[in-house]
């Protein structure tokens, strides 16, 4: 992934944006919200090396649940995002929030196993 082409391709969505509230400004917030997932796809794209060196680091150490968990909390955490950019783009700055709450309650119940996991090991330790 190239960041510059991210901040290249940002800087053109963002002038063609400006142009296109001025000429059709019932399409922007649909023009926004495309530029903004083929953003994130291309980002989500770049992801490929860091993911397969944590499936590797998962695999030598034995942790995959751990890794697993890490790596759906990231998703949930940049999908959320992403949505509720969205949304304040659109002037829907409630519905983004709810949206970020969402993603935090998901992340939370998505972690459940790991915190079942820690509070068991706290309580051998502490026998």
Do not use: W
Not at 67 to 81: D, G, P
Request: proline share 3%; aromatic share 4%; glycine share 8%.
């Amino acid at each position: 992934m190239n960041p510059l082409a991210v901040c290249v391709f940002s800087a053109a969505a963002v002038t063609a944006l400006t142009v296109l509230r001025r000429i059709r400004p019932e399409l922007a917030d649909l023009a926004a919200a495309a530029a903004g997932i083929i953003t994130l796809v291309y980002v989500l794209d770049g992801l490929g090396p860091f993911l397969e060196a944590v499936k590797g680091y998962s695999a030598s150490t034995g942790a995959e649940g751990y890794f697993t968990v890490m790596v759906k909390a990231l998703a949930i955490s940049l999908c959320c995002r992403m949505s509720a950019d969205v949304c304040r783009d659109c002037g829907e700055s409630s519905l983004a929030s709810h949206v970020e709450l969402a993603g935090k309650v998901g992340i939370v119940v998505l972690s459940l196993p790991l915190i079942e996991q820690l509070l068991n090991t706290a309580k051998e330790l502490m026998q």
